[in-house]
């Protein structure tokens, strides 16, 4: 979500015990770049592995990625969580989409997300709005402050997180570690013998993000804030705030 979710597989991936479907991890070949287009101010943000609820209904996961070293595109599939049977596309930026019945056009695609604009104006008016409260109760009652681009509710996730430059550091099977606006994150694993972790976001009973087979130096989103993956040690992910 930067203008948008708080915080975002070839085809299908592999189920975990639970029957959740992840994610394809990322290639180790992936030659870039990062990211392709540019994020207007109000996109919505879909975050790597994870799904959006969208504005008047219906969803969009951001299911995989693919880089050749000049472009990028990504397979977006329908519905905010995954379910078998569900549509898929591959996507452009500059392309024109329809996703659960909205309009947007593909602004932008990064490793860690793709950025859609909404190209109808009851669309854009719904992501911007402002919630009731911006204190969170669970489920989509919280659908306003997890998959937004209101700048108050923005703002107010930001200052859950350390200042830019400055480092949050994620245990391993620490716990959840929960934010002002109904964000969650947990990290599933670290693997420093091939120096790669698995960290998941929820936001409002939705995955919003699962960041598989993350390296250092890597790129990752949550509630419209990025970071890069700066440190892997046995028992934590250290992630550096890297914007305002």
Same mark, same amino acid.
């Given at each position: 979500?930067?203008?948008a979710?708080?915080l975002?597989?070839?085809g299908?991936?592999s189920s975990?015990? $639970?029957g959740?479907?992840q994610?394809a +991890? !990322?290639? %180790?070949?992936?030659?870039?770049?990062?990211? @392709?287009?540019?994020?207007? =101010?109000?996109?919505?943000h879909v975050l790597?592995g994870g799904g959006?609820?969208l504005?008047? $209904?219906?969803?969009?996961q951001?299911? +995989? !990625?693919e %880089?050749?070293?000049?472009?990028?595109?990504? @397979?977006l599939?329908e519905? =905010?969580k995954y379910q078998a049977?569900?549509?898929q596309?591959?996507v452009r930026?500059?392309?024109?989409?329809?996703?659960?019945?909205? +309009?947007?056009?593909?602004?932008?695609?990064?490793?860690?997300? @793709?950025?859609?604009e909404?190209?109808?104006?009851k669309?854009k008016g719904?992501?911007?709005?402002?919630?009731?409260?911006?204190?969170?109760?669970?489920?989509?009652?919280?659908n306003g402050?997890?998959f937004?681009?209101?700048?108050? @509710?923005l703002?107010?996730a930001?200052?859950?997180?350390?200042?830019r430059?400055?480092t949050?550091s994620?245990?391993?099977?620490?716990?959840v570690?929960?934010?002002?606006?109904?964000?969650?994150?947990?990290?599933?694993?670290?693997?420093?013998?091939?120096?790669?972790?698995?960290?998941?976001?929820?936001c409002?009973?939705?995955?919003?993000?699962?960041?598989?087979?993350?390296?250092?130096?890597?790129t990752?989103?949550?509630?419209?804030?990025?970071?890069?993956?700066?440190q892997?040690?046995?028992?934590?992910?250290?992630l550096?705030?890297?914007?305002?």
């Open positions: 979500m930067g203008a979710a708080l975002a597989l070839t299908c991936g975990d015990e $639970g959740h479907q994610p +991890a !990322a290639s %180790a070949a992936d030659k870039g770049p990062v990211c @392709v287009g540019q994020a207007p =101010a109000d996109g919505l790597r959006f609820r504005p008047g $209904g219906g969803g969009v951001y299911a +995989a !990625a %880089a050749d070293g000049t472009t990028r595109t990504a @397979v599939r519905g =905010a049977g569900q549509r596309q591959t930026t500059g392309q024109r989409i329809t996703a659960a019945g909205h +309009a947007f056009t593909v602004s932008q695609i990064c490793s860690y997300r @793709v950025v859609l909404p190209t109808d104006a669309d719904a992501a911007a709005a402002a919630p009731r409260s911006l204190k969170p109760v669970g489920g989509e009652a919280d402050l997890c937004t681009n209101n700048p108050s @509710v703002a107010a930001g200052k859950g997180f350390p200042p430059g400055q949050l994620v245990l391993r099977n620490g716990g570690w929960r934010f002002p606006t109904g964000l969650s994150i947990t990290v599933s694993y670290i693997d420093t013998d091939t120096g790669v972790a698995g960290f998941t976001g929820v409002a009973a939705i995955p919003v993000a699962h960041y598989k087979d993350t390296r250092v130096g890597d990752v989103e949550f509630a419209g804030v990025q970071f890069r993956v700066s892997l040690t046995e028992t934590a992910v250290r550096t705030r890297t914007s305002a």
